[in-house]
């Protein structure tokens, strides 16, 4: 379907495209933003992306250093019934969620973010990444990016209708 060099260069012009249009939002938590205009741009390459949000997991602690008492994961898991995520919804923020983009044709998935998690990482929980670096981007086929990485992507109905919802109403503010 992309060659790497296709895909380098569709993830650049994503990012440049994301830079023009939420410049307000800083780059490491665009991944609703970003994953809005990389559906845009496939749809209008003749693809059929599926927006994606939900919760994911990736190993942050390598098997070696992992010692049986600390977190292994980085996380961003969607629970939108617990107070943080009540607090955020009503001051405006998003509530912990992650999104990506789906390609059923490839059983691929994108996701521009994930080169922040070590940083993220460190900054919650105050520990060094030890496993496998998370890539600049994320376009593989979700299997063989599970394996690699030992990361689970959980798509969820309710999160990806929020994760729609937001997106939408960010674009009709535009309009007025």
């Known amino acids: ?56 997991y990736w190993r942050a602690v390598s098997r070696k250093a992992d010692d049986g008492k600390m977190p292994t994961h980085y996380s961003m898991v969607w629970s939108p019934h617990e107070i943080n995520s009540i607090l955020s919804v009503a001051t405006g923020r998003l509530p912990e969620i992650h999104c990506w983009v789906g390609l059923l044709e490839t059983q691929e998935i994108i996701d521009l973010t994930v080169k922040f998690f070590p940083m993220a990482w460190k900054n919650a929980i105050g520990y060094d990444w030890t496993a496998k670096t998370p890539p600049d981007y994320v376009w593989s086929n979700i299997v063989s990016c599970q394996k690699k990485y030992a990361v689970r992507y959980e798509p969820l109905k309710d999160a990806t209708e929020y ?14």
């Open 163 to 176: 994760g729609m919802h937001q997106i939408t109403k960010i674009l009709n503010r535009r309009k007025l």
């Open 1 to 56: 379907m992309f060659s790497r060099s296709e895909k380098n260069a569709f993830v650049q012009r994503i990012r440049e495209q994301r830079e023009i249009e939420f410049p307000h939002v800083p780059e490491d938590k665009s991944c609703l933003c970003s994953s809005f205009l990389v559906c845009r741009e496939l749809v209008r390459l003749g693809h059929r992306p599926i927006l994606q949000c939900g919760s994911i």
